[in-house]
T-cell receptor
Framework: NAGVMQNPRHLVRRRGQEARLRCSPMKGHSHVYWYRQLPEEGLKFMVYLQKENIIDESGMPKERFSAEFPKEGPSILRIQQVVRGDSAAYFC?????????????FGPGTRLTVT | GESVGLHLPTLSVQEGDNSIINCAYSNSASDYFIWYKQESGKGPQFIIDIRSNMDKRQGQRVTVLLNKTVKHLSLQIAATQPGDSAVYFCAENWTGRRALTFGSGTRLQVQP
């Protein structure tokens, strides 16, 4: 019973490059959430998606960041033209249909380092 | 904006003692609260949750207390073990919003 999977676990990008973070939700889960965590801080909500739809992107920066959850395949968080301030751990969570937030299961995260 | 915060950044306890981790929240609309445990290099792990219509909930070795009057919740860990060493976060949301708002975390260090 695989949990939420994220890859890569570690990603190094130079300023100006693009970063693509992938998240495969738990089997049977159709809701995906992305959070960002800076060192020694709590997680900050970015975006909530269901299959092929963005439900809540109130925490997503207006520029350079985008997210998708296609009908087939993993959810992708894309960061264009990365800057040093994008360095953080990015966590994905998933939940099943019809359940509340207490059913959010987190993946191990992707640690992005921008050099 | 609204936020969830914690009183103590680091808590050090002796193995076998009870631990109490506190959290203050400011959003009066919040009606659901969760405690997560995060070990180094891992994602948050669900510990226990509580809804605003309750003031206490118990799990295995853990108890969450909610005081809505002063917007405060706490996590009590009984007979703390070395494996409990981690950062603990409180998180909250409210009906109609799935996104969780996390506090800044308390690091629990268990001394053998």
């Amino acid at each position: 019973n695989a949990g939420v999977m994220q890859n890569p676990r570690h990603l190094v990008r130079r300023r100006g490059q693009e970063a693509r973070l992938r998240c495969s939700p738990m089997k049977g889960h159709s809701h995906v959430y992305w959070y960002r965590q800076l060192p020694e801080e709590g997680l900050k909500f970015m975006v909530y998606l269901q299959k092929e739809n963005i439900i809540d992107e109130s925490g997503m920066p207006k520029e350079r960041f985008s997210a998708e959850f296609p009908k087939e395949g993993p959810s992708i968080l894309r960061i264009q033209q990365v800057v040093r301030g994008d360095s953080a751990a990015y966590f994905c969570a998933s939940s099943p249909e019809g359940q509340g937030a207490n059913e959010q299961y987190f993946g191990p995260g992707t640690r992005l380092t921008v050099t | 904006g609204e936020s969830v915060g914690l009183h103590l950044p680091t808590l050090s306890v002796q193995e076998g003692d009870n631990s109490i981790i506190n959290c203050a929240y400011s959003n009066s609309a919040s009606d659901y609260f969760i405690w997560y445990k995060q070990e180094s290099g891992k994602g948050p792990q669900f510990i226990i949750d509580i809804r605003s219509n309750m003031d206490k909930r118990q799990g295995q070795r853990v108890t969450v207390l909610l005081n809505k009057t002063v917007k405060h919740l706490s996590l009590q860990i009984a007979a703390t073990q070395p494996g409990d060493s981690a950062v603990y976060f409180c998180a909250e949301n409210w009906t109609g919003r799935r996104a969780l708002t996390f506090g800044s975390g308390t690091r629990l260090q268990v001394q053998p």
